[in-house]
């Protein structure tokens, strides 16, 4: 695919020096590594090389929505890769999903989930911070994903308006709060998900979620460590990430006419039922 | 929404105590916990409780896409939604992605992809086992992915007649092998993947794309860990999953005219760039 | 060094079989594997073969502090060596050292400090139950440490009357309940170790400790996960541990006059200072 | 207990701020935080915090070997504590014990090791190069563990003149080159260590073992996370160590007359036997 003026490219010398970029008539680029003619990339292909003034060699990268997510504007924590794609691995998010979002940050999350529900899925989000809201609409925009969104201005804890979603994910400091709101807009067996950073939040919400008509209830943490692969010197990294977030997933029912039949959770190994 | 003739549901007792079944005019299941009347199930919403002969209670629940792998038929090794998801994550997988899949096997990995590319993307899958393509295409018909879905009995070493691919992923023994047939079949800075279970498939990997026009090349391993939370009693499961297989990521480029500038991946923490 | 009359012996044929036996004049042992002459083996050497009724093969292995913990009678969950180990490397324990130990359980925590401390050291262990106390006494006497420990029949909340510990450790259900009555028993600069297996015990310990004339608090959890190492075929086992305890260690201070002074410990990693 | 003359004292300020010192009559120490009157310690107890010009509280800490080891001097990479001590817990290092060292380096092991055996317990370490070895003898007698240890400069490949030896453990760069020569100096069922950074030494290592009379054949990594224990906000540190080392462990066997009874090792979870 050919690069025009207003495609996106991610300039790319190395894993740690690299640029997200919207290619415009502006004559020049400056980098680290040198200056690079932005115009001369309108009509390049994606994967060519291009030198900088001082002749080192920089990558023309196609940017996927990990990219952009990884360099999106932040006004608040994103939400990695990591967790991202264990969130929908694990819902069965999909294409035309209807989905619920509470908190939408700067839109990490948001952006990752339009661009698997797209074309005719949908995103629902909710934010009471203006500022924040401004900000995940720059990275929806940017992400070509703002028609598959729809921004409410609007606080959950008020009840929400939304009906048969397929699944809701919360992303609040106390998710809890709104464990029966979401309850009142998921299908039956819909998804619930809540990012719990802490502990103490796991705790809670696991607790409300035991005592509030869902079952499945699944908390995780997903950690993920860099292998240098090298001919006869292969190791493991020696730093690593060790946390970002716990993660919680369960599915809405409806309750049995005997309550004493509710089975709590015992512990699981559920990747290898 | 509502079960019918020729629905699938997943009959949930706990995460160790559940099944799939397809409900037909079939009079009864006969589980560990009773029997169900099956028949009595068309008509009633997702989410809602049913009792066995035995009075015990099982919900309802509408299979996702992580519920249909989990319990697929199986003549290879799956992989596992800590797996899948990342890797959608990591290349940037969306709605409209044309995917490029070397190793079939249980079409675990084809299902989750053909669900977030559809409906205007696909999957070109290659396998030389006709008895692993047979069982593909029987989990691939009871997920509803295979119109999505290419199935080609072809060797990939002989050459792939796919062009422009966003995605390619590889599941062979030896995925090195098909390094430089994959490499031309994807676009420029499109995304390949690899799926190696020991340190020395990803070693012989990750050597063969640092000699053959690839950058951003990760290897990775994604980890995840059940957290028991209680009220007042919360702490990591005693026994989680060792290890799956480790994942390699990189992007194809075009070659500089000078190979003094082709630039080894230095270490880094890819997630907090 | 030889086998006698009384002297322990490992009959091992594999990790998972494998058998901890007194040599006595007692003539047979039945096993899985076939019988062994016990007799027989007076005056072989560690390290030997010998055959079973069978004709599989066991090699006698003189054992060690680790052998016999992991095959020590058990009234309570052991403490294992992979938090044993750091247990002693983050304290400092060695020879020499006098130890006050809260919850005596089987005593696998006691034999280890004790086989490390000996002979001038000395743990002093205090636990409330009879019949733990039983089966710790037991433990240490096979082990043959009993001389170095000192088994109270006490509770430690009533006050302790020991001084200059240079390290205590805490295992019971409440560790914070018991830290004043510790501090009173260390040195200046003592260590102080609890056995946390709950985030909420973590929790209101390093709570009680901060504000306990206490620095360097420092919680931790150790994992550990196997390698099957084959040439060619490199990778971690498929299950591993995912949790036995949390560990929180601090040292006593005497606090300065100015409450103010005292400063909080943030988070570092340090084991790379 | 008193600090006096040539004491050593670790001033603590917090985890990051801290400083290992020797009291000698020399007036002043200048830190970060202002400026010490060293000469004013003496006579103080271990435990006390003392002002510094500015007014800091700094703590006066009893250094323990693991402080001794985390301030050494390195000419080499160090093993962490999170190692060492899980090589004295599976070994069964104790009071007493008879340990050959192949590749002394900076001795933050054989540093570690001398503390535990002491005093009747010997560690013989051999090197070949003079500049670690200067190193490792600084580090030893500030340690006070310089009794315990006879330094060797000589390359165990030409043969090792010690016998009887309880724990051998090998830091080189290509342990599998030495695994004979370690094989006559251990007593019968005596165990062996070797530390390999990477998955090719330990892949290598594991293959010379299994073909040179060794069992209990076992390959582990250990990993060491912080937690962020405060009252209503645990979580786990952002960062940590992603690795330092595969540690490997047998024990030494004479051969039975038929080799196919030699029994591959086969994967175990050991530590929950």
């Not at 103490?200 to 869902?214: C, D, G, H, I, M």
Request: a neutral charge; charged letters at 25%; hydrophobic letters at 40%.
């Amino acid at each position: 695919m050919e690069i025009h003026e207003g495609s996106y490219v991610l300039l790319f010398h190395t894993a740690r020096k690299k640029w997200l970029m919207k290619v415009t008539s502006e004559k020049k680029m400056h980098t680290h590594l040198g200056v690079i003619d932005v115009s001369s990339l309108i009509g390049m292909k994606y994967g060519s090389p291009v030198r900088t003034s001082e002749g080192k060699i920089v990558y023309l990268i196609e940017p996927t929505t990990y990219d952009l997510i990884m360099k999106s504007e932040r006004k608040t924590q994103i939400i990695y890769p990591k967790d991202l794609g264990f969130i929908a691995a694990r819902t069965g998010l999909k294409n035309g999903s209807k989905v619920l979002e509470i908190g939408t940050g700067s839109a990490s999350l948001t952006t990752f989930m339009a661009s698997i529900v797209k074309p005719n899925g949908h995103i629902y989000t909710f934010d009471v911070n203006a500022d924040f809201i401004a900000v995940a609409k720059r990275n929806l925009e940017k992400a070509q994903m703002i028609d598959y969104v729809t921004i409410c201005e609007h606080d959950p804890h008020q009840g929400i308006d939304i009906r048969d979603v397929d699944v809701a994910i919360v992303d609040l400091g106390d998710p809890w709060t709104v464990v029966d709101q979401v309850y009142d807009t998921l299908k039956g067996s819909g998804a619930f998900v809540a990012i719990c950073p802490t502990m103490n939040q796991l705790e809670n919400t696991a607790t409300k979620l035991k005592f509030s008509r869902y079952v499945d209830i699944d908390c995780v943490e997903m950690m993920i460590r860099n292998i240098e692969a090298r001919q006869g010197m292969t190791r493991p990294s020696t730093r690593m990430i060790g946390h970002t977030t716990y993660l919680i997933f369960a599915r809405k029912i409806m309750q049995p006419s005997n309550k004493e039949d509710y089975k709590e959770e015992t512990a699981v190994i559920r990747e290898f039922d």
